[in-house]
């Protein structure tokens, strides 16, 4: 059970960390960027969706339980 709690962690950091940089793009873009802000902004929220909706899955039950 613990392992796919960690399984979770690992798309749910990076998914954020990614979501977040792409999101202070789009809001902060300059110059010949602006261009894509729409596509920053769009990357973001998604990343940031999917890293979310991962916590959401419920976990397995185990096949095998142990009957005390």
């Known amino acids: 059970m613990s392992l796919n709690r960690t399984a ?3 798309v749910l950091v990076p998914s954020l960390l990614l979501g977040g940089a792409f999101l202070a793009a789009g809001v902060w873009s300059d110059g ?3 261009s894509n802000k729409g596509l920053a902004l769009t ?6 969706a999917a890293g ?3 916590q959401l899955l ?3 039950v185990p096949e095998n339980p142990d009957q005390d």
């Open 8 to 10: 979770k962690g690992i």
């Open 58 to 60: 419920p976990e397995s």
């Open 43 to 48: 990357l973001g929220g998604v990343l940031m």
């Open 52 to 54: 979310l909706l991962a």
């Open 32 to 34: 010949p960027a602006a």
